[in-house]
């Protein structure tokens, strides 16, 4: 590396590159200081890449989902989780890839961006299409919108997650009554959302609890 005067070093997996265990700690402990040794001896910089363990579609990928021991990634500068999806269609294929950085340490953050490889397989030809960043976030923020706003034309004051005890209009527990496929976490990003759009408006109670209501019931 040095005789050559590389300045970056790629590693295809990680686990071809040594022979500990990759569930043990302190194993992948001693491969990250062999690691930083090369990068502060010779100021390189060293990108490898390393599969996630397998789990349901639905779930995704996060810094947590990285297949052995959490110490592997614990010296990371960053983390980019690289994900595909596949949609087979009659005389067509299409490779969906979304990279979303969940790690930054001293670098600049890299915001979530999808490509799609759409391969026509009665010409052979190959082309790309540029999706946008945030593409898969905002798709599951639409898909989320649609089904709040159906219920919030109830004229009603919702919350997002209420104690037990407490009633009632709550988003959440629409969502189980409803068998929804449908995360705390994209049920908050959409709200955010729709406050910033100013179809949704945030009033508060006596009691300092939070309540979302579409703009419009308020107007009726």
């Known amino acids: 590396i040095k005789e ?20 043990s700690a302190s194993d992948m402990r001693l491969i990250n200081r062999r690691m930083i ?6 100021g390189i910089t060293i990108l490898y890449l390393h599969h996630h363990r397998k789990g ?19 010296k990371v500068s960053s983390h980019l989780v690289l994900e595909s999806k596949e949609f ?20 600049s953050w890299v915001n979530s961006f999808t490509v ?13 299409e540029w999706m946008g960043e945030d ?3 905002n798709q599951r923020i639409k898909k989320v919108e649609k089904y709040i706003m159906s219920i919030m034309k109830q004229n009603k004051k919702y919350t997002i997650k209420s104690k037990d005890g407490e009633l ?37 109670s006596k009691s300092n609890k939070k309540y979302y209501q579409l703009v419009i019931n308020k107007k009726r």
Do not use: C, W
């Open 116 to 128: 799609r490889a759409i391969n026509n397989l009665k010409t052979g030809k190959t082309y790309f």
């Open 168 to 204: 009632t209009n709550d988003i959440m527990a629409n969502v189980k009554n409803d068998k929804k496929d449908i995360t705390e976490t994209a049920v908050r990003e959409t709200i955010k959302s729709l406050l910033e759009k100013g179809t949704v408006e945030l009033t508060e």
């Open 88 to 107: 087979p269609e009659k005389n067509i294929f299409i490779l969906e890839q979304t990279l979303t950085q969940h790690k930054s340490r001293n670098v």
């Open 4 to 23: 050559k005067g590389y300045k970056m070093l790629v590693i295809d997996v990680i686990v071809s590159a040594h022979t500990g265990n990759e569930n």
């Open 37 to 42: 040794e090369l990068i502060n001896s010779l």
């Open 56 to 74: 349901k579609p639905e779930e995704g990928h996060n810094i947590h989902s990285a297949r052995g021991s959490s110490e592997l990634i614990a």
């Open 135 to 137: 593409y898969k976030k």
